[in-house]
C-alpha cells in the first residue's frame, strides 16, 4: 500500500475525508451512512489508502463500535470486488473466524449431519490470529476434508455439498487487515463484518458472536443485506455454536422484516461446564463414528443442529427442530464426514 503522490491541505489524499469523518471530535465526528462505508471500503480493497490511513480508520471505527449501516456497507463492498464466476446453488453459508479456546468446534459434527442429509454448506473463516485457539481449517485439514485455494475451486465444492474458503481466498487484503490485531493491539470491524460477507449469496446464514451487545448490530446488517433468513447469538468463544449448558437468546431476521428473538433452553442441567484441558479434535471423530458419547459435546452438536434447521425452515418449533436433528443424527454415515 505505498501510493508516492503530492498531498497538502490545498490537495488532500481522497481518503482522507473518510478519516475526517470518524476523528472530528465528540460533536462532529459521525457515522458512516451505508454508502460511505461501502466507498471507503472499496478504496481500502482497490489499494487505494495509505497505511496510516487504514490503522487510523480501523482504530477509530474500533473506538466508537460498528452500526448496521457500516457493518452491511463493508460486506457489500468486498462482495463487489470478488471474482466475477457463476454462483453455485447453495443453502447455508457459515462463518468461523473466531476460533475455540475452551471446547472443540462440536458445530463441525452438525454440518457434517446437515450435508448428509442433502444440504449444500458453504463455510469460510480465518485461522492463527489469536494464540491458543483451535481454528476450522486445521481441523477439517486434519480430517481430510478439501479446503478451497481458489473463489472457483470453492464454488465447484460448495455445488457438491461443502466447501470452505479461507478469508485470503475471498481477499487477500482482508486477511492482512484481520492478522493486525497483535499489531494495533485490538480487533477490527474486519473481525464483524466478515461473518456477513455470505460469498455464494446462500439464503441462510448462521452466525456465532462473542459479544452479546452487537446482537442487534449484526441482526440489523442483515436487514439492510436483505438475507433472506439469518440467525445469531453469542455462541461458545464467538463461533456458532450453542452452549446447550446455558439458555440462549436467537435474533432470527427474514429479508427486511424486524427481528425475532427467542431463548432456547439449555439442554444440560449443570450450568457451568469445565473446559477442556486437552483440545483434542480427534474427539470429534470418536462422537461422529459413535466411539464415545460426551454429553457437552453431543448436546452442542445437537442444539447447534437444531437452531439451524429452524433458522432454515426445516422444522417450525425448537422442539420440531431438536427432534429433526436426532433423526440426521442417527441417519449419518459413520464412515465419513461430510
Given at each position: 500500500m505505498n501510493i508516492q503522490r503530492p498531498y497538502s491541505a490545498d490537495n488532500p489524499h481522497?481518503?482522507?475525508?473518510?478519516?475526517?469523518?470518524?476523528?472530528?471530535?465528540?460533536?462532529?465526528?459521525?457515522?458512516?451512512?451505508?454508502?460511505?462505508?461501502?466507498?471507503?471500503?472499496?478504496?481500502?480493497?482497490?489499494?487505494?489508502?495509505?497505511?496510516?490511513?487504514?490503522?487510523?480508520?480501523?482504530?477509530?471505527?474500533?473506538?466508537?463500535?460498528?452500526t448496521p449501516e457500516e457493518i452491511a456497507g463493508f460486506a457489500t463492498a468486498t462482495r463487489e470486488n470478488f471474482p466475477d464466476i457463476v454462483p453455485p446453488r447453495v443453502d447455508l453459508d457459515w462463518s468461523s473466524y473466531a476460533g475455540k479456546r475452551v471446547q472443540l468446534p462440536w458445530f463441525l459434527l452438525s454440518l457434517s449431519a446437515l450435508v448428509q442429509s442433502?444440504?449444500?454448506?458453504?463455510?469460510?473463516?480465518?485461522?492463527?490470529?489469536?494464540?491458543?485457539?483451535?481454528?476450522?481449517?486445521?481441523?477439517?485439514?486434519?480430517?481430510?476434508?478439501?479446503?478451497?485455494?481458489?473463489?472457483?475451486?470453492?464454488?465447484?465444492?460448495?455445488?457438491?455439498?461443502?466447501a470452505y474458503l479461507p478469508l485470503e481466498v475471498l481477499n487477500p487484503t482482508l486477511r492482512d487487515l484481520i492478522e493486525l490485531k497483535p499489531v494495533l493491539g485490538l480487533r477490527s470491524p474486519v473481525n464483524s463484518f466478515t461473518r456477513l460477507l455470505n460469498p455464494f449469496a446462500a439464503p441462510t446464514v448462521m452466525?456465532?458472536?462473542?459479544?452479546?451487545?452487537?446482537?442487534?448490530?449484526?441482526?440489523?446488517?442483515?436487514?439492510?443485506?436483505?438475507?433472506?433468513?439469518?440467525?445469531?447469538?453469542?455462541?461458545?468463544?464467538?463461533?456458532?455454536?450453542?452452549?446447550?449448558?446455558?439458555?440462549?437468546?436467537?435474533?432470527?431476521?427474514?429479508?427486511?422484516?424486524?427481528?425475532?428473538?427467542?431463548?432456547?433452553?439449555?439442554?444440560?442441567?449443570?450450568?457451568?461446564?469445565?473446559?477442556?484441558?486437552?483440545?483434542?479434535?480427534?474427539?470429534?471423530?470418536?462422537?461422529?463414528?459413535?466411539?464415545?458419547?460426551?454429553?457437552?459435546?453431543?448436546?452442542a452438536m445437537l442444539s447447534t443442529l437444531a437452531v439451524t434447521l429452524a433458522t432454515m425452515g426445516r422444522a417450525g418449533s425448537p422442539g420440531e427442530a431438536r427432534a429433526l436433528a436426532e433423526t440426521l443424527w442417527g441417519d449419518r454415515d459413520k464412515t465419513r464426514l461430510f
Amino acid at each position: 500500500m505505498n501510493i508516492q503522490r503530492p498531498y497538502s491541505a490545498d490537495n488532500p489524499h481522497p481518503f482522507a475525508p473518510y478519516v475526517a469523518i470518524l476523528a472530528r471530535g465528540k460533536t462532529k465526528q459521525r457515522p458512516f451512512t451505508f454508502d460511505e462505508a461501502r466507498v471507503s471500503m472499496g478504496m481500502i480493497l482497490r489499494d487505494e489508502a495509505l497505511p496510516e490511513q487504514i490503522g487510523a480508520y480501523l482504530m477509530l471505527l474500533r473506538l466508537k463500535e460498528e452500526t448496521p449501516e457500516e457493518i452491511a456497507g463493508f460486506a457489500t463492498a468486498t462482495r463487489e470486488n470478488f471474482p466475477d464466476i457463476v454462483p453455485p446453488r447453495v443453502d447455508l453459508d457459515w462463518s468461523s473466524y473466531a476460533g475455540k479456546r475452551v471446547q472443540l468446534p462440536w458445530f463441525l459434527l452438525s454440518l457434517s449431519a446437515l450435508v448428509q442429509s442433502g444440504a449444500r454448506v458453504v463455510m469460510h473463516g480465518a485461522e492463527g490470529h489469536t494464540p491458543g485457539r483451535v481454528y476450522t481449517r486445521d481441523v477439517l485439514t486434519r480430517f481430510g476434508v478439501p479446503v478451497a485455494t481458489t473463489f472457483a475451486e470453492g464454488a465447484a465444492q460448495a455445488e457438491a455439498g461443502f466447501a470452505y474458503l479461507p478469508l485470503e481466498v475471498l481477499n487477500p487484503t482482508l486477511r492482512d487487515l484481520i492478522e493486525l490485531k497483535p499489531v494495533l493491539g485490538l480487533r477490527s470491524p474486519v473481525n464483524s463484518f466478515t461473518r456477513l460477507l455470505n460469498p455464494f449469496a446462500a439464503p441462510t446464514v448462521m452466525q456465532g458472536i462473542f459479544h452479546r451487545g452487537f446482537l442487534d448490530i449484526h441482526a440489523g446488517a442483515a436487514r439492510i443485506l436483505n438475507i433472506p433468513n439469518m440467525a445469531v447469538f453469542r455462541g461458545d468463544g464467538g463461533e456458532t455454536e450453542m452452549r446447550p449448558n446455558k439458555p440462549c437468546p436467537v435474533w432470527t431476521t427474514h429479508h427486511e422484516g424486524a427481528p425475532v428473538a427467542e431463548t432456547w433452553p439449555a439442554t444440560l442441567d449443570d450450568g457451568h461446564a469445565p473446559p477442556d484441558t486437552v483440545m483434542n479434535p480427534d474427539l470429534l471423530l470418536d462422537l461422529w463414528q459413535g466411539h464415545a458419547e460426551p454429553p457437552y459435546g453431543r448436546e452442542a452438536m445437537l442444539s447447534t443442529l437444531a437452531v439451524t434447521l429452524a433458522t432454515m425452515g426445516r422444522a417450525g418449533s425448537p422442539g420440531e427442530a431438536r427432534a429433526l436433528a436426532e433423526t440426521l443424527w442417527g441417519d449419518r454415515d459413520k464412515t465419513r464426514l461430510f
